[in-house]
């Protein structure tokens, strides 16, 4: 049996949004730094939980999100992540498979339950993420399907997940495996928190393994540990191939070599939960790349979905982003 | 320890709503008829979950709604209904609670899992509902809190429930109950092919035991076998004290003795998902009938109520509906 292709594999925590309005007393009187990503265990998840109000459930985790992305986009689609053998892990699955990504990690059978993020949503539309990782954090090398790697014109790594030893263990890996078959490696640097921990593994990953990289304005300055943007864009670049800088509504700049290519952000009619935006900014820029398009399209087209994935309530796309496109005469 | 009083009480299938949108397409392939609600076994409900898209889940559950709607009014709620101690339980039992409304029933420790509902909203925001009862169906009298019904101005059962001889037998002691203390009992009708299956068991308990009933255009006229609406009304009139007859974009006729409250239905921009309409009609109508106001008063709370929730998806308020109520003028 031959193995599919894919434009685009993408590996990540597998978690389930949980997605509450809040107003702005709530996150102070919770002790949260608003728009930051949290890790909670599951003491404080069960805490936090039973102060919070009402909530949403849907699908999400940042590659989790890319790989929605690119399906929606009509490009084929495989995503890695491990959730557990339960009714949120079977949800996730479900919602993966339903829009024709690729999908075949084992489920834990015991363990931690599969992974939550409590997303409290200010009325400025800012989120800010408390998340319980549960099952999420036993990937590893042997959840990274070669053959699904070898078939992938990209595999997209987030960095949110490159925190164990094992699960680094298994971004090397898949990046071995990657460029072994002259497909291209990419990450995402996720956050900056998570580049503050990480740096010099960061670093020592994109230089030795990774062509394309994405990171927004703060954490490619924790990367390069600097305030000054413009460097810091001159650094990535001698330290990989490709790097995507989103800059939120200032837009975005993509670098490769000499070349400097400037996006503005598609216009918004009201931001309602930015929640997904980097990782819909990157599914659209990996659609467009993986099939050949030029860098400026291909930027446009994440700006699209971008704008698309902050106009609603949680990070997964409400409408088909290639019919979105073909209507802005992006394709 | 005194028991809190509550405004209302209601009690129903707990469930947690499953909502997809599909296409009209979809409909026709699965064979089912747009609009209707449908009891599906286990077998089909996993079937009919792989062929649907994406989802967001969502406490939903007519009653549940109904007592989510009275406490976003601000009024003091309490719930019964039957969900397992599984994941979707958890949130459901949370979503509850999280609310301020009351909700202490047992959760299930074995048995069928908590009761889904997938929920397909077609582009016209209509709603096919397909819905596995899962740990509902086992709501026994012994789940009746006779406490929580002698606290309640009212009680006001789901006819969807009313179907298995226990449950049936559930909502006469909680009627014997409520009417002992001296408290009102209420039912609303539900769906029509629920009165088809129930009607003379139906009659039988709103003429010996039920002071309001609710219900929309078509179960009214099913009850009386009718296709005359104002006869209907009419003969609804000789079996209970109070009707409240919901007739969509036509808007409500409330019927008290000889009294006959006309209120059109609140104006809608869009109309996203129909779901929830009638259950959040009636929470805004007891609010106002237990707080005292007038008959047109409160049936113009329920049209509120109801126009907010046709507006979005999901069955639950999105906005506090009390502060609704007061930009509107109606409080």
Redesign the interface.
Not at 52 to 59: F, L, Q, R, V, Y
């Given at each position: 049996m031959t193995m599919q292709q894919f434009d685009v594999l993408t590996i990540g925590n597998a978690i389930v949004d949980v997605i509450a309005?809040v107003n702005e007393a709530f996150v102070v009187r919770e002790n949260l730094v608003k728009g930051s990503m949290n890790l909670i265990d599951e003491a404080r998840a069960e805490q936090l939980?039973?102060h919070?109000?009402?909530?949403?459930?849907?699908?999400g985790g940042s590659a989790g999100n890319t790989a929605?992305g690119v399906a929606s986009f009509g490009g084929l689609a495989a995503y890695i992540g491990k959730v557990k053998d339960?009714?949120?892990g079977g949800?996730y699955a479900?919602?993966m498979k339903?829009?024709g990504v690729h999908f075949g990690t084992a489920k834990a059978s015991d363990g931690a339950?599969t992974a939550r993020s409590f997303i409290l949503v200010t009325p400025d539309g800012e989120r800010t993420m408390n998340t319980y990782l549960g099952a999420c954090v036993n990937l590893t090398t042997a959840d990274v399907a070669d053959d699904v790697v070898q078939a992938a014109k990209v595999t997209y790594m987030e960095g949110y997940l490159y925190d164990k030893p094992e699960a680094k263990a298994a971004f090397r890996h898949a990046a071995k495996v990657a460029r072994a078959a002259g497909n291209l490696t990419s990450i995402t640097l996720s956050d900056s928190f998570c580049v503050e921990r990480h740096r010099d593994d960061f670093l020592d990953l994109i230089r030795s393994s990774i062509d394309i990289v994405f990171a927004n304005e703060s954490e490619i300055k924790s990367l390069y540990k600097t305030d000054n943007f413009d460097g810091a864009a001159a650094a990535i670049m001698r330290d990989c191939r490709l790097a995507v800088l989103t800059r939120s509504h200032k837009g975005s700049l993509v670098v490769r070599g000499d070349e400097r290519v400037i996006v503005p952000a598609h216009p918004v009619e009201k931001v309602i939960d930015v929640t997904g935006a980097g990782d819909l900014f990157a599914a659209g820029f990996l659609f467009g790349h993986t099939r050949g398009l030029p860098l400026r399209q291909s930027a446009s087209l994440g700006s699209l979905a971008a704008a698309e994935i902050i106009s609603h309530t949680?990070a997964?796309p409400?409408v088909n982003l290639l019919k979105l496109a073909h209507d802005n005469g992006l394709i």
């Open positions: 309005k939980y039973s919070m109000g009402p909530a949403t459930e849907i699908s929605a339960d009714q949120l949800i479900h919602d339903s829009i339950a949680g997964r409400e």
